[in-house]
T-cell receptor
Framework: GNSVTQMEGPVTLSEEAFLTINCTYTATGYPSLFWYVQYPGEGLQLLLKATKADDKGSNKGFEATYRKETTSFHLEKGSVQVSDSAVYFCALSGGSGGSNYKLTFGKGTLLTVNP | GAVVSQHPSWVICKSGTSVKIECRSLDFQATTMFWYRQFPKQSLMLMATSNEGSKATYEQGVEKDKFLINHASLTLSTLTVTSAHPEDSSFYIC????????????FGPGTRLTVL
C-alpha cells in the first residue's frame, strides 16, 4: 500500500532562513503528491500539489518538485516568515495501490519561525 | 470559499455515553465526506468515506458499529461515537470533496474528544 515518510520535527528557524522539509513516499504507479498546512486552531489547507513526475508545485513562496527517481517531494522556501509557523503534512493519493481521492498522510512537521 | 465547519470544536463526555460530531460544507455541495482520526504527533488516519445518501465505507480495522456515520445531505455528515471509552479520546477531523476534482479535499478544523 501507499505510505508517506516526512521529516520529524519540530523545526525551529529564524525569520528569513531557508526551509527544507523532506518527504519521501512509497507507491506504485503515478500518485498525486500534496503538501497541506495546518495553522494553529485551523483546519488543514492545501498548500501545493503536483500530479506527475517533474512537476513543480508552488504557492506563497513554497515549492516542491515531484521526483519519481528518488520518490521524493521535498518542501522548500527561500525565506520563511513568522506567519509560516504551522504544521506541514506531506500526502499522496492515487497510484496503483490507492484510489484517486483517498489521501495518505505523513506524520506532520511542526515549524516554528522566530523573529 | 470552500469552507468546512465542525461542531463541536471540543467535547468531554463520560465513559459509556455517545457523542455526535457534525461536519458541514458551508458554501459548496460535498459529494463525498471523509472522517479522519489523529493521535498526538501522528498522521491523520482515514476512518471512513461517506457519500450522500449511501452507506459509509469504513477502512480496515474501524468498527462501523462504534463509529456511526450519516451523510444525510450534500452539506452535512455526522460521526457518532457510540458507548465512548477513554481509548476513543482523540482529534477527529472531517474533510469534504466538492466538484473541483477528485483530489481536492477541504478540511474542517477538527473536534477534540475527551472521554473520562
Amino acid at each position: 500500500g501507499n505510505s508517506v515518510t516526512q521529516m520529524e520535527g519540530p523545526v525551529t528557524l529564524s525569520e528569513e532562513a531557508f526551509l527544507t522539509i523532506n518527504c519521501t513516499y512509497t507507491a506504485t504507479g503515478y500518485p498525486s503528491l500534496f503538501w497541506y498546512v495546518q495553522y494553529p486552531g485551523e483546519g488543514l489547507q492545501l498548500l501545493l500539489k503536483a500530479t506527475k513526475a517533474d512537476d513543480k508545485g508552488s504557492n506563497k513562496g513554497f515549492e516542491a518538485t515531484y521526483r519519481k527517481e528518488t520518490t521524493s517531494f521535498h518542501l522548500e522556501k527561500g525565506s520563511v516568515q513568522v506567519s509560516d509557523s504551522a504544521v506541514y503534512f506531506c500526502a499522496l493519493s492515487g497510484g496503483s495501490g490507492g484510489s484517486n481521492y483517498k489521501l495518505t498522510f505523513g506524520k506532520g512537521t511542526l515549524l516554528t519561525v522566530n523573529p | 470559499g470552500a469552507v468546512v465547519s465542525q461542531h463541536p470544536s471540543w467535547v468531554i463526555c463520560k465513559s459509556g455515553t455517545s457523542v455526535k460530531i457534525e461536519c458541514r460544507s458551508l458554501d459548496f455541495q460535498a459529494t463525498t465526506m471523509f472522517w479522519y482520526r489523529q493521535f498526538p504527533k501522528q498522521s491523520l488516519m482515514l476512518m471512513a468515506t461517506s457519500n450522500e445518501g449511501s452507506k459509509a465505507t469504513y477502512e480496515q480495522g474501524v468498527e462501523k458499529d462504534k463509529f456511526l456515520i450519516n451523510h444525510a445531505s450534500l452539506t452535512l455528515s455526522t460521526l457518532t461515537v457510540t458507548s465512548a471509552h477513554p481509548e476513543d479520546s482523540s482529534f477527529y477531523i472531517c474533510s469534504a470533496r466538492g466538484l473541483a476534482g477528485p483530489d481536492t479535499q477541504y478540511f474542517g478544523p477538527g473536534t477534540r474528544l475527551t472521554v473520562l
